[in-house]
């Protein structure tokens, strides 16, 4: 096991965050998006681009370099760029950490953002920008083997593994229904939720058509234009200024194997999330029960159910009994997506999702509020099934 | 619903290195051949450099049996590939071998039979040269059209 885990765990605190609102109309450049976001968190933070030396970019829509040259940062010590697709996010915070614990940066802008919207695979014109997107990982693999069979977008692929997960555990189509309702009226409690002012029925869910067996069209993530940013500090500097920090207690990410193949991993159902999360509570020295809320990676509800079950909420599928019987919503035994996720804040790559976390740490949500959280968790999850997991708390 | 034919226009992948090879001999002998490492026996698919079990670069291609069972599938009901939008809703179907490697590939008897562990038939429908199609057929179906 890792033995300097204690260096890492609360070497740091979210000090800073911000967001743009969530767009679906004209197209949008991303890069300029991630600047926006980026100036509000260090506003947020009370910071100056200067007081920045560590950026993490996501991958494909601007550099740490430019954003460097965009901000005026005149000292850039650490830049590093996460290859996990929706799980970069989360796991980018742990980057971060490791740089400030080790004194190699100070102060790190996390930025995510895109032209989701603008890009979606259905766009009658998507911008070049998308065919320069670097390869992912297991792009040369699925043009090779999924494609020719029909299989081009996540959804069908993840269908590989909800349709065996359904199937080997019987899984109640209430579990994913309610992750979708439950992330609607979290929305409505939400400013900037693209969805806030549109309330979703059961009747609309159920009669929504079906995408990939079993999933639905409101079991589907927004595409949307967007980008959120958090910008982190050493523990010491983090008292200094003017909200409650808020601690990285612990974080991993984790990948399946092999991570760029879905069928031949000895087990389908083991995702990135199953090896990193014990990593994360032992790093965090904290467990489940500890935790006030989680924020999860909703790209499809279905993944949620399996992410519930990787952070050890229940045993294998057991998960959407849990979300049927104990709740997910404020009221519930433990609160899950408080702003509406993907699926109806928007999709701000789980970025959204951190920023969510800081506020509900900060006790600054209002009527989304979980009273009293110490503790919260979030996870990404991306390309085919990596994982990644931070665990904040109040000072 | 039953797909008992491709789609004319399925993508053809571009493939090159070992990716290549796979489809080249699968296309050439009407059979699929995957990895098997020569110091451990690991079967492996899909190809790589490298034996995934014990790292040794000494692998030779094998023709496989031919048979499986289903592992899982994926039933879309929305495509945005063009060659496919008439043959909605279909099946992406994953089958494991008995060499205990997993393909991708389409099975040719009613959707509603795909069950996890149903045993099928692997075959290859070669396109050109360049890229073999791979086929699921229904054991129960094949020995009735044989007798």
């Given at each position: 096991m890792i033995s300097h885990d204690t260096k890492l765990s609360a070497s740091c605190a979210a000090v800073g965050v911000g967001e743009t609102p969530h767009y679906r109309s004209d197209p949008v450049d991303a890069a300029q998006l991630i600047l926006e976001a980026s100036v509000a968190a260090l506003n947020d933070a009370g910071l100056s681009p200067k007081d920045v030396n560590g950026i993490l970019p996501p991958e494909g829509y601007i550099s740490s370099e430019e954003i460097a040259a965009q901000l005026g940062i005149d000292d850039l010590r650490y830049s590093a760029t996460i290859?996990?697709?929706?799980?970069s996010s989360v796991a980018a915070l742990q980057s971060a950490a490791m740089a400030i614990a080790t004194g190699v940066a100070d102060t790190v802008l996390v930025a995510f953002g895109w032209d989701g919207y603008t890009s979606r695979p259905t766009a009658p014109q998507r911008p070049q920008r998308a065919s320069r997107l670097p390869q992912r990982p297991f792009a040369e693999l699925m043009r090779n083997y999924y494609a020719p069979y029909g299989a081009r977008l996540a959804v069908q692929w993840y269908g590989f593994y909800i349709q065996r997960y359904m199937e080997l555990y019987d899984v109640s189509p209430e579990g994913a229904l309610q992750v979708a309702l439950t992330a609607r009226a979290h929305a409505s409690l939400t400013d900037g939720a693209y969805l806030k002012d549109k309330p979703l029925t059961r009747e609309q869910y159920l009669s929504s058509p079906v995408i990939v067996d079993p999933v639905r069209r409101y079991d589907c993530c927004l595409e949307t234009d967007c980008a959120a940013a958090v910008v982190l500090t050493s523990r010491e500097r983090a008292r200094d200024l003017h909200h409650h920090p808020i601690i990285f207690l612990g974080g991993a990410e984790g990948h399946p194997h092999p991570a760029d193949d879905i069928t031949n991993r000895p087990d389908m159902l083991q995702l990135g999330l199953h090896s990193a999360a014990p990593r994360a509570f032992q790093m965090a020295e904290l467990q489940l029960s500890d935790v006030d809320f989680l924020q999860v990676y909703d790209c499809y509800s279905h993944v949620v159910l399996l992410q519930l079950e990787a952070l050890g909420l229940t045993e294998a599928g057991g998960a959407a009994e849990f979300v049927v019987n104990e709740g997910i919503g404020l009221d519930g035994s433990m609160p899950v997506n408080t702003h509406g996720g993907l699926l109806s804040h928007g999709h701000g790559w789980g970025m959204n999702h951190v920023v969510e976390a800081v506020r509900q740490l900060r006790h600054d949500r209002g009527s989304g509020q979980v009273v009293g959280a110490q503790v919260g968790v979030v996870t990404g999850y991306g390309d085919l099934g990596d994982g990644s997991v931070a665990i904040f708390g109040r000072e | 619903m039953n797909l008992t034919e491709r789609p004319v226009d399925v993508y053809q992948p571009k493939s090159f290195g070992l990716d290549m090879d796979f489809y080249l001999r699968a296309a050439a002998s009407g059979q699929v051949h995957v990895q098997q490492c020569e110091t451990c026996a690991n079967f492996q698919h899909p190809p790589r450099f490298l034996c995934s079990a014990c790292a040794s670069k000494h692998l030779n291609w094998q023709a496989i049996q031919g048979a499986g069972t289903v592992y899982s599938w994926s039933l879309s009901h929305f495509t945005i590939d063009s060659a496919w939008t008439d043959s909605l809703p279909y099946a992406t179907v994953v089958v494991e071998s008995l060499e205990g490697v997993r393909f991708v590939g389409t099975f040719s008897g009613p959707q509603n039979d795909l069950t996890i562990g149903l045993p099928v038939n692997i075959r290859v429908e070669s396109i050109g040269k360049n890229f073999a199609y791979i086929w699921f057929d229904s054991i129960s179906e094949t020995s009735k059209e044989n007798g």
């Open positions: 290859h996990m697709g929706g799980a | -």
